[in-house]
């Protein structure tokens, strides 16, 4: 049997990390850590004396990550950052999904790959929540506001949802706007107007 | 004619101007190009991307392509340095525990003398020192370790320690770095934070240390020369608009937009006025040209300054100094800088290699056409660097 891994995953939202440790679960029995906490990153490093380490492309920690790479004490490890030009494209799927390896000399490419594949499928699947929820939680701030200038004109003008509502679209129109951009100035215009 | 779109990398520094300016103001537009300018957070992060072809250029600390170059980094396609984009622009901060120490023994805080902060640090520091530098191959790292090691401080005693830049702060409040040196406005904004004092510009060390430089794939740079040559000459009258002082407030208001800096404007018309704060009691302290985009030659990419970092990197890591200055040299495209700008009407240099830290004042010397004037580059302690001859 192949010997065991231990891989890092460098990352402080947890919410992003257990995922990732999932996805290389299903791999095979492989030792994984996490580190969330960023200070003493070279030490804690040091301390598991991983075999691969998996960050995030834009963590601005890879820096201090690069400077043990190039290391080469006596008792630190080798690490090498993983760019292999050998398998472009796999360094172009990883770089795409904003994963950065960096893995032990002599780790057998044919090990590497279905961890960073793994990794990118996660980094892929995480990306696509978080736009799917930012996207739903804009929608529903905007209806929010969108409810609070229709109550507002329906106050000020006497005037019925529905045409509070119709208003609102037609000034949208002519100034060529969104509706809910209207609807924020509207409500940011009547707080002001508004003695308390 | 629709523009040419260049993705260009950046991390969020004074000195990544010239890109800024060169699309806010219409530079780019001129020569028929949008940038499309991508907001990074790490030097890594940058070099990878440029790598993998997700950027077409980087803003890049120049020692970058030279640690490519002399294979200290990922095995990416060959980079090259076209032309430097600013010099100066750093400045070393000392922790509040030392910066009293040192006022105890008479140390003025000038913000000018290397060579008294130098002697003044030997004498209250013992034992190990340890300064953040934001990558492991920067300008700042050469910065201080030339300083220090010229100073009196024993290789041993100092400790390099990688911090981004907009952790300096941070880091240094937390006690695990008792200096820094790092690029505006990231210094002064670790002043306001309340936890260090500005002992140095970067200029005081070495008067004209070029900092970042514009960095491409070669196989861009040499299959792609219109884009190539059109994006140099919008960065070049970028970095001239901005060498005029009267623009510099303005740069400072542009560049501290949210999409850019995002910090309040006063922060980095600091270093862009060469007017610092150095304590956060308020001390103001002039430092004439703190940062330079284009008087007296600054974007010319010497293939001495190759020479001259792979010297320094291969000493360090224990490789062959002359092999390394031999690979390191061909990646500073000074052809290309010749070829993209003499139609923009760049004074050229005679050669391509100089005597590195020789002109202790500005001096005019002959150019391609006509004389130039080439900016004093002395380093404090009068050391200089020849250049192996041009292989």
């Avoid at chain 1, 960073?116 to 699947?125: E, K, N, P, S, V």
Wanted: hydrophobic fraction near 50%.
């Amino acid at each position: 049997m192949e010997k065991r891994l231990t891989i890092v995953i460098v990352e402080p939202d947890k919410e992003r990390a257990l995922p990732i440790v999932d996805g290389l679960r299903e791999l095979g029995d492989h030792d994984i850590r996490i580190i969330a906490e960023e200070t003493g990153l070279a030490r804690q490093i040091a301390e598991f004396r991983p075999d691969v380490v998996l960050i995030d492309l834009a963590n601005p920690s890879r820096d201090i990550l690069e400077e043990l790479a190039l290391a080469s004490g006596p008792t630190e490890r080798p690490v090498a950052m993983f760019v292999d030009r050998s398998d472009e494209q796999l360094t172009r799927a990883a770089i795409e999904a904003g994963v950065s390896a960096y893995v032990v000399d002599g780790l057998r490419p044919d090990r590497i790959k279905p961890i960073l594949d793994a990794a990118i499928a996660r980094f892929h699947m995480f990306q696509r929540m978080r736009t799917e929820l930012a996207a739903t939680r804009a929608a529903l701030e905007e209806r929010k506001i969108i409810d609070r200038a229709k109550a507002v004109l329906m106050k000020a003008r006497g005037i019925d949802e529905e045409a509070a509502y119709a208003l609102l679209r037609k000034t949208a129109m002519d100034q060529g706007k969104r509706v809910a951009d209207i609807a924020q100035q509207l409500v940011m215009a009547a707080g002001l107007l508004t003695c308390r | 004619m629709p523009l040419t779109r260049l993705r260009l990398g950046y991390l969020p520094l004074i000195d990544a101007a010239p890109l800024v300016i060169a699309q806010e103001m219409g530079f780019a537009a001129e020569e028929g190009l949008q940038l499309d300018l991508v907001r990074l957070t790490a030097w890594a992060q940058s070099r990878d991307m440029l790598g993998a072809g997700l950027i077409d250029a980087a803003h890049m600390l120049v020692p970058m392509p030279v640690g490519q170059a002399l294979g200290l980094g990922p095995d990416l396609p060959a980079f090259d340095l076209v032309m430097f984009l600013s010099q100066g622009g750093q400045a070393i901060a000392v922790n509040n525990r030392i910066e009293q120490q040192l006022r105890a023994i008479g140390h003025p805080f000038d913000f000018a003398d290397a060579l008294a902060a130098g002697r003044a640090l030997r004498r209250v520091v013992q034992g190990r020192l340890r300064v953040g530098v934001p990558f492991l191959f920067s300008t700042q790292l050469e910065l201080v370790s030339h300083w220090l090691l010229a100073s009196g401080f024993g290789a041993a005693e100092l400790e390099l320690v990688t911090v981004p830049p907009p952790k300096m702060a941070e880091v240094m409040a937390a006690g695990e770095v008792d200096a820094f040196c790092v690029g505006e406005p990231w210094a002064s904004f670790a002043v306001d934070s309340g936890g260090a004092a500005l002992l140095l510009p970067g200029a005081a060390i070495w008067s004209a240390a070029p900092e970042k430089g514009l960095v491409l794939r070669r196989d861009f740079a040499d299959t792609r020369p219109d884009e190539t040559g059109a994006l140099m000459r919008a960065l070049w009258r970028a970095g001239r608009w901005l060498d005029e002082l009267g623009h510099r407030a303005l740069a400072s208001e542009i560049l501290s937009r949210p999409a850019y800096l995002d910090l309040p404007p006063e922060l980095a018309e600091r270093g862009f006025a060469g007017r610092l704060m150095i304590a956060s009691g308020g001390e103001l302290r002039e430092a004439p040209g703190f940062i330079a985009f284009h008087a007296g030659a600054a974007s010319f990419p010497w293939k001495s300054i190759a020479a001259m970092i792979a010297d320094r990197i291969a000493r360090r890591r224990g490789l062959d100094v002359a092999e390394a200055m031999a690979r390191a040299m061909p990646h500073f495209r000074t052809d290309l800088y010749r070829q993209h700008l003499r139609p923009a009407g760049a004074a050229l240099p005679g050669a391509s290699l100089r005597l590195e830290g020789a002109l202790s004042q500005d001096r005019v010397v002959p150019a391609e056409k006509g004389q130039m004037i080439l900016r004093a580059d002395r380093f404090f302690d009068g050391f200089t660097f020849e250049p192996p001859v041009a292989p």
